[in-house]
């Protein structure tokens, strides 16, 4: 059973334009999500990150938006750029929950073109 | 380096071969997690250590998956009598203290032929 779900495996944008990448969880326990980024052959890459106690982030070109009501996360990226192609990982984690160890979705692969 | 360093990086090993895959946490870092990721997938969590002791261990998938944390720096995770379905990346990762921030290794790459 997936409590974390990312539904596009891939997303192709155009540079300059924004990327919005998506995430659904299931455990009403998840009181902190992150993202991470990963490049091919290295490991995942911490990102951003959002407390439950808040609905927006912002840092820089990244803004992840929290809507606990429907347990659904986003991931913007604007502009975006060639460098931001990569595969990003939604994940969440339950407060005091083994170190606060993380449930991950299944990625979704991002194209920015040139 | 200053991250978090595993080896080997790649490994075949024959089925039925056992393997150890080691992990350097950052230096000081309290926290160390074993994920394990399979092609097209993400990360799944196998284990936690704080510290030398071994909290979390439920996501390691049999009996043949050992991991240990002696001193509380270096992890080791052992895969005895390896099966096709074990290839995958395994990724280690690190955080200073549980809720810190988690850092991951580039994995070990392990392939079962």
């Known amino acids: 059973d997936q409590q974390v779900k990312q539904n596009s495996p891939s997303l192709s944008v155009q540079e300059g334009r924004i990327s919005i990448l998506n995430c659904d969880y299931t455990?009403?326990?998840?009181?902190?999500f992150l993202w991470y980024k990963k490049y091919p052959a290295e490991g995942p890459t911490f990102l951003i990150s959002?407390?439950?106690?808040?609905d927006k982030n912002e840092d820089g070109r990244f803004t992840v938006f929290l809507n606990k009501s429907a347990k659904h996360l986003s991931l913007h990226i604007v502009p975006s750029q060639p460098g931001d192609s990569a595969v990003y990982f939604c994940a969440a984690s339950v407060p005091k929950a083994a170190g606060n160890k993380l449930t991950f979705g299944g990625g979704t692969r991002v194209l920015v073109k040139p | 380096g200053a991250g978090v360093s595993q080896s080997p990086r790649y490994k075949v090993a024959k089925r039925g071969q056992d393997v150890a895959l080691r992990c350097d946490p950052i230096?000081?870092?309290?926290?160390l997690f074993w994920y394990q990721q399979a092609l097209g997938q993400g990360p799944e969590f196998l284990t936690y250590f704080q510290n030398e002791a071994q909290l979390d261990k439920s996501g390691l998938p049999s009996d043949r998956f050992f991991a240990e944390r002696p001193e509380g720096s270096v992890s080791t995770l052992k895969i005895q009598r390896t099966q096709q379905e074990d290839s995958a990346v395994y990724l280690c990762a690190s955080s200073l203290t549980s809720g810190n921030t988690i850092y991951f290794g580039e994995g070990s790459w392990l392939t079962v032929v």
């Open positions: 455990n009403s326990m998840f009181d902190y």
């Open positions: 230096s000081g870092h309290v926290s």
């Open positions: 959002i407390s439950s106690i808040k």
